[in-house]
């Protein structure tokens, strides 16, 4: 037992439910499916935990279990022909486990047969492997969010849309454009961001795919400088615009935001003051507390600049969501994700970014995360928090 539970340390599922001691037959409809879902299933129905190494379980299948069972006799139906079997770690967890090659005692016997060493060592030792496997993916969701987030000086919220988001793309053939565009405003719509209608005008999030992104940027800048501002509400300095059109990154982004107070009221600038001929804002409804930060940063329009030299050899729906996680948040794209389930590996040196083809489970929970938390001081610490609920980031190694 002390090795398997070492071998655990590598990545461990656990389905965690509130435990009650129930050994009577009960009626069980778990059809035919793959096994962790249908153990999951049954660990639910009897209020028990299922300790299991995500690996062994893998894609093995089950041809489920029908009809009146106890947990046990369920379990061993569940497994059957899988090479696998269960114990007990003590009277209120359950471990799956290879099979020996010996023929052992029926699935009720092992439940008798626990021995009381198992109860003091095995469920202990588990139990911490459980919560140091909880306390690692935390920490690397922290690093995540820290390290992907835009560092935004004094003003510490994080930059999102609360105007409708008004999608455009440009630059590909109207399949790929049209495929593009569709991917952007579902992970928008699921990220819970403000979607505008599909004939929405004018646009403010822009998707451009070219060849040649420097000329497009002086371009668009030499017929309206104004497209892109600082976050005073005045013109980009021409050093900052000469830096995002000479940028060697195969996607690029500029973010257009302003500075509102919390509550949604907007600031106003100081009429008597001037710095470096930039006026300060003041924000005359603060919120007064200690928690919620006074003024926040509201994205109002996006260039998301696509160097198509780049992304030969790359899926399209991958670039689309890239695109759509750099679009929908203010993105660090310096940030070191090496390691990390995101797309915004695409570009980085990984060995397996060329096969990324969509966006990842992180990312969509910190979408999610980033559109239903509030601007507070602890913003970063509760995107994590509610990534860590998320099922689909528990369920990653």
Known sequence: MRLWVAAAVVYMSLVTVAVADDSSRQTTNIPA????????????????????????????STRGAVGEFTPEEALARLLAGTG?????LDDK?????PATPAAGPPPSAIAQAAQPEEETESAPVAQVTIEAQRQALEQRLSHFVTTITEQTGSYKSLARWRMKICPAVAGLSKDRGDLVLERISTIARTAGAPLAPEDCAPPDLFVLFTPDPTKLVK?????????????SGQRADGAALKKFAES?????????????????????????????????????HPVLSRIQIDDVQELTSVFVIVDTRRI??????????YAAMLGLAKINLNADV???DSVLRLFTASADAATLSQLAAWDAAFLK?????????????????SMMRDASVASRP
């Open 84 to 88: 696998l079997t269960f114990k007990y």
């Open 219 to 231: 371009d668009l800048a030499s017929r309206n400088a104004g497209r892109f501002m600082a976050l």
């Open 248 to 284: 060697t990154q195969p996607v690029r982004v500029w973010y257009n935001a302003q500075l509102t107070g919390a509550l949604g009221n907007e600031l106003h600038a100081f009429d008597q003051a001037d710095m470096g001929g930039r006026r300060p804002l003041q924000n005359d």
């Open 33 to 60: 499916q793959g096994l962790a879902p249908a153990l999951q299933a049954l660990a639910r129905a009897r209020n028990f935990q299922i300790v299991y190494v995500s690996e062994e379980i893998g894609g093995r």
């Open 312 to 321: 030969d050899g790359l899926k399209i729906g991958a670039v689309a969501d």
């Open 338 to 340: 090496t390691g990390d």
């Open 93 to 97: 967890t359950i471990t799956i486990v």
């Open 369 to 385: 995360a980033l559109y239903s938390e509030q601007a507070n001081k602890m913003q970063r610490h509760s995107i994590v928090n």
